[in-house]
């Protein structure tokens, strides 16, 4: 079989997931099994992977899988949580009288506090929230949606806390032989990983400051009176403001603390800062813009959502009383990976399992205190107890989040082992490189010295056909080293346009579409949605792909494998 009849079959499991999904429209769960199996097929019989090493990728996978579920469990915990608490009821009502131009509540609400809450919860839960806040205060369901949509791209790459990078990356690459190379330059798995974490943060800084400039001529040009985008960059100052509030310690988060850390900081130092100068009026436009009147908006625009005040609280709750839990999340998650006797009593509950069925470097391990969902976990049960003192609020916030994780569950425990498999396909009877590699030669062959400039389409098509960053960095992000080492620029580098690439992708993924569009009961009408992110959507990749040339090749970044 020729070298590029091999990287076509390689990729055909890819390309017949986007068949599926995208051209017949079918769901994740009927898809995903179909490329699983599609991709132990080409294993066994083109690569002629042994039989054990195929179950052993799987295994492996499906080990990846509970971690993953851990985190999306404990993320979804702690936010129902403090639904049924009363404390996400107090928020909202906390940001209705800080201004009344709808830009710069869009801004608040939707960049500010929804870039925290990626950081902190991610798995689309930004928009899930964000999107029924704004309708709450106002907004047309549709405008909501976008918004919300809209904050799912520079937060991204660090939401839940660091899973993209730190399940996403960290489980879609080679680690066992790359690890190798490393230690044998002096260096370690942990600087390189550090050195893709800030590079990935300086990129989103670079490119994501000027989404709220985008937010607002978005909103004044799909839903004002005037139909206009230069109502929108009337608050340009504001905006320009708000994005340096967020990118700025986000990026110095990423620099210098790590991936757990630079949405979630960020996203509170930039929420305290620009609500505060909203409330002073500083760098706040003297008109102020509104939408026409709710009697003249199109259906298009209205969803089924009613506001339901059954979530407030009992007694009054303070602000501070409920933004306590999100602050001790941030302050235990530094504490566990800052401190080295925390970071060990956590990581001392361990599950390992090393050369799954005797094959040599297909490992796993799960560490449940360690990894965020233990520490989300550990947060709601103290978040109850301080605001209720009672234990309904877990019991309601644990059936709630069952249900959630049992459709996100399925699909995964095909996805992850499928790109277990791939990754794993290099030790075959054929004597093959594996599947990543092969398809990465071929790829390098097309496009050549350019292909930095197209990282991160790639990892956009990934996020759009996955419906997740974490999913695409892991299905691309070893296909992305390989590309790299073919053509002899930095691997760090490449490998971050890819991280920043799929979280723009998320702005187009129909999973995030849909999961914010049911929120505010627009279903059906995710079509409208994305005709609108693909706008944002292709400034954030044309963007990115300036930046990564001038990274690869203006700057010549080197990076510790070299």
């Known amino acids: 079989m020729s070298e590029t009849l091999l990287a076509l079959v390689a990729f055909s499991p890819i390309v017949a997931a986007a068949i599926l999904l995208v051209g017949l429209n079918w769901p994740a769960k009927k898809a995903m099994p179909v490329a699983f199996g599609l991709t132990v097929a080409i294993a066994l019989i083109c690569w002629d992977m042994s039989t054990t090493r195929v179950l052993a990728s799987i295994f492996q996978g499906l080990g990846i899988t509970v971690s993953v579920l851990w985190i999306v469990f404990g993320a979804i915990f702690l936010l129902n949580t403090l639904k049924h608490t009363g404390a996400i009821a107090t928020i909202r009502n906390g940001f209705t009288g800080i201004s009344s131009d709808r830009r710069v509540q869009a801004i608040i609400i939707a960049w500010c506090f929804g870039s925290f809450i990626e950081g902190a919860s991610g798995f689309g839960t930004p928009a899930a929230i964000a999107a029924p806040l704004l309708v709450a205060i106002g907004f047309p369901a549709l405008a909501a949606v976008l918004m919300g949509m809209m904050i799912q791209s520079t937060p991204v790459s660090f939401g839940a806390v660091g899973t993209p990078i730190l399940v996403g990356i960290n489980k879609g690459l080679d680690t066992h032989n790359i690890s190798e190379t490393l230690v044998a330059n002096g260096s370690s798995?942990?600087?390189?990983?550090?050195?893709?974490?800030?590079?990935?943060?300086?990129?989103?800084?670079?490119?994501?400051?000027?989404?709220?400039?985008?937010?607002?001529?978005?909103?004044?040009?799909?839903?004002g009176k005037k139909r206009s985008w230069t109502e929108g960059l009337d608050i340009l100052p504001f905006a320009l403001f708000a994005g340096v509030a967020f990118t700025v310690p986000y990026a110095l988060t990423g620099l210098f603390l790590g991936a757990e850390f630079p949405s979630l900081i960020g996203g509170l130092v930039g929420l305290s800062i620009v609500v505060t100068a909203a409330k002073r009026g500083f760098l706040v436009p003297k008109t102020t813009w509104q939408f026409e009147d709710e009697q003249q908006w199109p259906a298009e625009w209205?969803?089924?959502?009613?506001?339901?005040?059954?979530?407030?609280?009992?007694?009054?709750?303070?602000?501070?009383?409920?933004?306590?839990?999100?602050?001790?999340?941030?302050?235990?998650?530094?504490?566990?990976?800052?401190?080295?006797?925390?970071?060990?009593?956590?990581?001392?509950?361990?599950?390992?399992?090393?050369?799954?069925?005797?094959?040599?470097g297909v490992s796993t391990a799960?560490?449940?205190?360690?990894?965020?969902?233990?520490?989300?976990?550990?947060?709601?049960?103290?978040?109850?107890?301080?605001?209720?003192?009672?234990?309904?609020?877990?019991?309601?916030?644990?059936?709630?989040?069952?249900?959630?994780?049992?459709?996100?569950?399925?699909?995964?425990?095909?996805?992850?082992?499928?790109?277990?498999?791939?990754?794993?396909s290099g030790v075959n009877a054929a004597d093959l490189a594996s599947m990543p590699v092969?398809?990465?030669?071929?790829?390098?062959?097309?496009?050549?010295?350019?292909?930095?400039?197209?990282?991160?389409?790639?990892?956009?098509?990934?996020?759009?056909?996955?419906?997740?960053?974490?999913?695409?960095?892991?299905?691309?992000?070893?296909?992305?080293?390989?590309?790299?080492?073919?053509?002899?620029?930095?691997?760090?580098?490449?490998?971050?346009?890819?991280?920043?690439?799929?979280?723009?992708?998320?702005?187009i993924a129909i999973h995030n579409v849909v999961a914010a569009s049911a929120t505010v009961g627009l279903l059906g009408r995710e079509g409208a949605t994305l005709?609108?992110?693909?706008?944002?959507?292709?400034y954030y990749l044309f963007a990115t792909a300036i930046v990564g040339l001038v990274m690869v090749y203006g700057l010549t970044v080197t990076d510790t494998l070299m």
């Open 438 to 507: 092969t398809t990465a030669n071929f790829a390098a062959g097309l496009v050549g010295d350019a292909f930095p400039a197209l990282s991160a389409t790639v990892g956009a098509l990934g996020a759009f056909i996955a419906g997740s960053n974490t999913v695409s960095n892991m299905m691309f992000a070893q296909f992305q080293f390989e590309v790299a080492q073919t053509l002899s620029i930095s691997t760090v580098a490449v490998v971050a346009l890819q991280a920043v690439g799929a979280a723009a992708g998320n702005m």
């Open 302 to 360: 209205l969803g089924s959502l009613k506001v339901d005040q059954d979530d407030a609280p009992a007694k009054p709750m303070s602000m501070a009383m409920a933004w306590l839990p999100y602050v001790l999340l941030a302050v235990v998650l530094v504490a566990s990976r800052v401190s080295p006797d925390f970071k060990a009593l956590l990581k001392s509950v361990s599950l390992s399992f090393s050369n799954i069925l005797g094959e040599t």
């Open 189 to 223: 798995w942990e600087a390189y990983l550090a050195q893709i974490t800030a590079s990935v943060s300086v990129i989103h800084a670079i490119v994501g400051t000027l989404m709220p400039v985008l937010m607002a001529m978005m909103l004044t040009r799909f839903f």
């Open 366 to 424: 799960i560490q449940p205190l360690y990894l965020p969902g233990g520490i989300l976990v550990f947060v709601a049960l103290i978040a109850a107890l301080l605001h209720t003192r009672s234990a309904t609020p877990l019991v309601k916030a644990f059936g709630e989040s069952s249900k959630t994780l049992i459709g996100a569950g399925f699909v995964l425990v095909f996805t992850i082992p499928m790109v277990r498999i791939f990754i794993n």
């Open 531 to 538: 005709r609108k992110t693909i706008i944002p959507t292709l």
